[in-house]
């Protein structure tokens, strides 16, 4: 588990393709690797990755087909920056919310634009992804935790702060560069919740007249 506070922005050093799939090492800079083991999880642009080695100045991980083709960790290259959190304690600060480095999905820049010393930036999300995302939620944006300022549609607007700038890889954000997204988890498991018992059947979702029978929408009359 993270809390989406970004520790360090690491480096992209090599990718090696693996009969399907890649072998990945990350330079971490700052972020100081001594209470790291092989085994533990470093977040890595929002995905959660497993240390198989340490060479000193960083780790290898491998990374599955399956996460290459939900994530943008397949477009990387080596020199690419990337946001790294190692996973929480029992004593860390929760300053974001919780994060669990499973991506939902990918969305896409579509504007920046400066608003006094901060950025306002506007994401699309996938349309399957949009009933997640709330005014003043949480969303987590290639392992950044992040307030949602206002909806739209499938496109929310985020308030990126210079800190938040400088010190993750939204800095290097361009209109259509593509990112990992992270819907809140509470969000994901209220739904499947309100499924009640139908959830155990395939195909289960929660339609507008499950909602209306808990009391969220107003039935039709």
Same mark, same amino acid.
């Given at each position: ?35 790291? *083991?092989?085994?533990? +999880?470093? =977040?890595?642009? &929002?995905?959660? !990755? /497993? #240390?198989?080695?340490?060479? %000193? ?76 995302? *709330?005014?003043?939620? +949480?969303? =987590?944006?290639? &392992?950044?935790? !992040? /307030? #949602?300022?206002?909806?739209? %549609? ?68």
């Amino acid at each position: 588990m993270f809390t989406g506070i970004i520790q360090a922005v690491g480096t992209i050093a090599t990718l090696q393709a693996r009969g399907g799939d890649v072998r990945l090492r990350v330079q971490t800079g700052k972020l100081p690797l001594d209470d790291v *083991a092989i085994g533990d +999880s470093i =977040c890595t642009n &929002g995905v959660c !990755l /497993t #240390v198989t080695e340490l060479p %000193g100045d960083g780790y290898w991980a491998d990374v599955s087909r399956e996460t290459l083709s939900l994530t943008t960790l397949g477009a990387l290259e080596a020199g690419s920056r990337v946001n790294l959190e190692k996973s929480l304690t029992p004593t860390d600060r929760l300053g974001g919310h919780i994060v669990s480095g499973h991506v939902d999905g990918l969305g896409e820049i579509v504007s920046l634009a400066e608003d006094a010393r901060s950025w306002r930036v506007v994401v699309r999300a996938p349309d399957a992804l949009a009933k997640y995302i *709330a005014h003043k939620g +949480s969303v =987590c944006i290639d &392992g950044t935790s !992040l /307030t #949602v300022n206002a909806v739209d %549609g499938a496109c929310f607007d985020l308030n990126i702060i210079p800190q938040t700038m400088t010190e993750t890889v939204f800095g290097d954000y361009q209109v259509r560069t593509k990112v990992n997204l992270e819907v809140d988890v509470i969000a994901r498991y209220l739904e499947r919740l309100l499924a009640g018992d139908a959830a155990a059947q395939p195909g289960a979702s929660v339609s507008l007249e499950t909602l209306a029978e808990h009391g969220y929408v107003k039935a039709k009359p």
